[in-house]
């Protein structure tokens, strides 16, 4: 009975929309210091796009695990604050910070200038850089020499912005993902010759795949990035907490305990 099955699927996701709201859903993770009474109870929804490991990694039971979580988490206990993620994915982080669906957004996301027009930021948590991924037999060796080839990016990243910066906002070989695992992909299966990205999560798909041939590159051009925590601007009640949190887990040394613990061995 297709319309009593539609109209069935259409209630259970009602039904599921209004489970998500009152916070308890089976992909919701709530933590934080527990405190009670009052605006402490205020859960923040935090948004983060989680396909890029390891700094957030969508589990196969649909938890949300990496570095930027163990962040989050940790800034958050410190802070004294509640919060609740949600895997939003890339586009729709910024647009649900826009609308006012997520408070928070967490998701290696670089301190721009131009994001800082609509986003206040934190003290930067994380430092990268841009990284080019070729075949180990590919001449190339900067990024002026991907010229005329065809680069993967995630769309609206940094990684898109360098190779932009490069060969012009319409360069007919850039190809924008909406996530960074499908360049990835393409790269592998020989679609895209080249994908630029953030040299943590390059580097852990060059480690998971030893079998390929290739080689990372670092153009000179490439400067330091700093990841940050990211709210709406003027959202100063919250940035307060979070920058208070974070400063206290730098001074603590736990931030460096959760750095230690994804990248200490490299
Ligand atoms: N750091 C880069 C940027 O801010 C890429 C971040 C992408 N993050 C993600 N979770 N896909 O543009």
């Known amino acids: 009975m297709r319309i009593g099955t539609k109209w069935f699927k259409s209630l259970a996701l009602v039904v599921g929309v209004g489970v998500l709201l009152a916070g308890c859903g089976s992909g919701q993770q709530t933590s934080g210091s527990g405190s009670s009474g009052g605006a402490g109870d205020k859960v923040y929804v935090v948004g983060t796009d989680a396909a890029y490991p390891p700094f957030q990694v969508l589990e196969a039971d649909s938890k949300i695990t990496g570095h930027d979580i163990d962040v989050m988490n940790a800034i958050a206990e410190a802070g004294g604050f509640k919060i609740e993620w949600r895997n939003t994915g890339w586009d729709p982080l910024f647009d ?100 630029v990205g953030d040299n943590g999560v390059i580097a852990y798909y060059a480690k998971k795949n030893p ?56």
């Open 211 to 266: 079998g390929k041939k290739f080689k990372l590159i670092q153009d000179e051009s490439f400067a330091k990035e700093y990841y940050g925590v990211m709210v709406k601007k003027g959202n100063t009640e919250i940035m307060t907490k979070i920058n208070d949190g974070l400063k206290k887990i730098k001074e603590n040394g736990k931030l460096q305990e959760i750095y230690n613990q994804y990248f200490g061995n490299k």
């Open 96 to 195: 649900g910070l826009d609308k006012g669906t997520v408070d928070i957004g967490i998701s290696s996301i670089t301190i721009t200038e131009d994001r800082k027009k609509k986003y206040d930021f934190s003290d930067f948590y994380f430092e990268a850089n841009q990284l080019i991924l070729v075949a180990e037999d590919s001449p190339v060796t900067k990024l002026a020499d991907l010229k005329g080839k065809k680069i993967g990016v995630q769309a609206a990243t940094t990684g898109e912005e360098v190779v932009k910066k490069a060969f012009g906002d319409t360069y007919e070989g850039l190809k924008g993902y909406d996530d960074m695992p499908s360049s990835v992909d393409d790269f592998f299966n020989g679609r895209v010759d080249a994908v």
